[in-house]
Protein backbone atom coordinates (compact mmCIF):
# COMPACT_ATOMS: atom_id res chain seq x y z
CA UNK A 1 0.00 0.00 0.00
CA UNK A 2 2.80 2.02 0.38
CA UNK A 3 3.63 2.35 -3.30
CA UNK A 4 -0.83 3.83 -3.53
CA UNK A 5 0.44 7.80 -2.97
CA UNK A 6 3.64 7.93 -5.28
CA UNK A 7 1.76 6.21 -8.27
CA UNK A 8 -1.40 8.67 -7.77
CA UNK A 9 1.31 11.42 -7.28
CA UNK A 10 2.83 10.58 -10.99
CA UNK A 11 -0.46 10.17 -12.25
CA UNK A 12 -1.25 13.60 -11.47
CA UNK A 13 2.04 15.22 -12.23
CA UNK A 14 1.36 12.96 -15.85
CA UNK A 15 -2.40 14.39 -16.45
CA UNK A 16 -0.87 17.89 -15.68
CA UNK A 17 2.15 17.27 -18.48
CA UNK A 18 -0.63 18.11 -21.61
CA UNK A 19 -2.92 21.46 -21.80
CA UNK A 20 -4.68 21.39 -18.50
CA UNK A 21 -0.95 22.20 -17.67
CA UNK A 22 -0.41 25.06 -20.04
CA UNK A 23 -0.23 28.66 -18.75
CA UNK A 24 -3.62 29.29 -20.13
CA UNK A 25 -5.37 26.46 -18.08
CA UNK A 26 -3.35 27.72 -15.10
CA UNK A 27 -3.18 31.34 -15.34
CA UNK A 28 -6.52 31.59 -14.50
CA UNK A 29 -5.93 29.95 -10.95
CA UNK A 30 -2.46 31.93 -10.10
CA UNK A 31 -3.09 35.38 -11.69
CA UNK A 32 -6.17 36.42 -9.98
CA UNK A 33 -4.05 35.16 -6.33
CA UNK A 34 -1.42 37.49 -7.82
CA UNK A 35 -3.02 39.93 -8.45
CA UNK A 36 -5.25 40.13 -5.05
CA UNK A 37 -1.71 39.83 -2.93
CA UNK A 38 0.23 42.36 -5.16
CA UNK A 39 -2.29 44.58 -6.61
CA UNK A 40 0.18 47.25 -7.63
CA UNK A 41 1.71 45.14 -10.05
CA UNK A 42 1.66 46.09 -13.66
CA UNK A 43 0.41 43.31 -15.73
CA UNK A 44 3.84 42.48 -17.40
CA UNK A 45 5.23 42.43 -13.62
CA UNK A 46 2.56 39.70 -12.72
CA UNK A 47 3.09 37.89 -15.92
CA UNK A 48 6.71 37.64 -14.61
CA UNK A 49 5.74 36.67 -11.52
CA UNK A 50 3.69 33.71 -12.87
CA UNK A 51 6.36 32.06 -14.50
CA UNK A 52 8.45 32.12 -11.25
CA UNK A 53 5.07 30.45 -9.18
CA UNK A 54 5.15 28.05 -12.21
CA UNK A 55 8.83 27.25 -11.75
CA UNK A 56 8.89 27.08 -7.59
CA UNK A 57 5.86 24.87 -8.40
CA UNK A 58 7.62 21.99 -10.25
CA UNK A 59 10.39 21.72 -7.24
CA UNK A 60 7.51 21.34 -5.02
CA UNK A 61 5.63 18.82 -6.89
CA UNK A 62 8.92 16.90 -7.30
CA UNK A 63 10.13 17.66 -3.34
CA UNK A 64 6.58 15.64 -3.06
CA UNK A 65 7.37 12.74 -5.64
CA UNK A 66 10.79 12.45 -4.18
CA UNK A 67 9.28 12.25 -0.54
CA UNK A 68 6.56 9.55 -1.87
CA UNK A 69 9.15 7.48 -3.77
CA UNK A 70 11.45 7.47 -0.77
CA UNK A 71 8.67 6.41 1.38
CA UNK A 72 7.45 3.62 -1.00
CA UNK A 73 10.76 2.04 -1.19
CA UNK A 74 11.64 2.27 2.28
CA UNK A 75 11.39 -1.09 4.15
CA UNK A 76 10.58 0.96 7.69
CA UNK A 77 9.48 5.28 6.53
CA UNK A 78 10.31 5.98 10.49
CA UNK A 79 13.88 4.76 9.97
CA UNK A 80 16.45 6.49 7.37
CA UNK A 81 16.30 5.56 3.45
CA UNK A 82 19.31 3.33 2.75
CA UNK A 83 21.56 4.61 -0.15
CA UNK A 84 19.74 1.97 -2.62
CA UNK A 85 16.91 3.69 -1.84
CA UNK A 86 17.54 7.14 -2.50
CA UNK A 87 19.18 6.46 -5.56
CA UNK A 88 15.99 4.51 -6.60
CA UNK A 89 13.74 7.36 -5.52
CA UNK A 90 15.96 9.74 -7.67
CA UNK A 91 16.11 7.65 -10.37
CA UNK A 92 12.18 7.37 -10.41
CA UNK A 93 11.61 11.20 -10.18
CA UNK A 94 14.41 11.46 -13.30
CA UNK A 95 11.86 9.05 -15.10
CA UNK A 96 8.89 10.94 -14.37
CA UNK A 97 10.68 14.33 -15.14
CA UNK A 98 11.82 13.10 -18.46
CA UNK A 99 8.89 11.85 -19.31
CA UNK A 100 7.12 14.80 -18.64
CA UNK A 101 8.50 17.38 -20.47
CA UNK A 102 8.46 14.56 -23.49
CA UNK A 103 4.87 14.79 -23.25
CA UNK A 104 5.18 18.22 -22.76
CA UNK A 105 7.11 18.88 -26.23
CA UNK A 106 4.60 17.02 -28.02
CA UNK A 107 1.86 19.51 -27.08
CA UNK A 108 1.86 22.55 -28.89
CA UNK A 109 0.48 24.66 -25.78
CA UNK A 110 3.47 23.64 -23.64
CA UNK A 111 7.05 23.64 -23.96
CA UNK A 112 9.09 20.81 -22.78
CA UNK A 113 12.88 21.75 -21.30
CA UNK A 114 15.73 20.16 -19.65
CA UNK A 115 16.00 23.22 -17.34
CA UNK A 116 12.60 22.11 -16.20
CA UNK A 117 14.16 18.55 -15.64
CA UNK A 118 16.60 20.38 -13.64
CA UNK A 119 14.36 22.29 -11.54
CA UNK A 120 12.57 18.91 -10.79
CA UNK A 121 15.55 16.78 -9.61
CA UNK A 122 16.37 19.84 -7.44
CA UNK A 123 13.24 19.50 -5.42
CA UNK A 124 13.08 15.81 -5.68
CA UNK A 125 16.98 15.89 -4.19
CA UNK A 126 16.52 18.32 -1.57
CA UNK A 127 13.49 16.35 -0.06
CA UNK A 128 15.20 12.48 -0.32
CA UNK A 129 18.06 14.44 1.28
CA UNK A 130 15.92 16.42 3.90
CA UNK A 131 14.49 12.92 4.53
CA UNK A 132 17.29 11.29 4.92
CA UNK A 133 19.30 13.79 7.09
CA UNK A 134 16.07 14.28 9.46
CA UNK A 135 15.37 10.23 9.65
CA UNK A 136 16.81 8.48 12.55
CA UNK A 137 19.71 6.36 11.71
CA UNK A 138 19.23 2.11 12.38
CA UNK A 139 22.43 2.00 14.07
CA UNK A 140 21.71 5.20 16.22
CA UNK A 141 18.46 3.82 17.78
CA UNK A 142 18.55 2.54 21.10
CA UNK A 143 17.85 -1.00 21.21
Do not use: N
Not at 30 to 50: G, Q
Not at 69 to 78: E, G, I, L, N
Not at 110 to 117: A, I, P, Q, S
Request: contains cysteine; negative net charge.
Amino acid sequence: MAYAPLIFWIALILFFSGSRGSVDETSGFFRPLIEYFFPSLTPEEIIFYCGYVRKFLHFAVYSVLGFLAARAFSTDFRDRPSVRTVLIALLICFAVAITDEYIQSLDPSRTGTLYDVAIDMAGATVAVITMWLISPSVATKEV
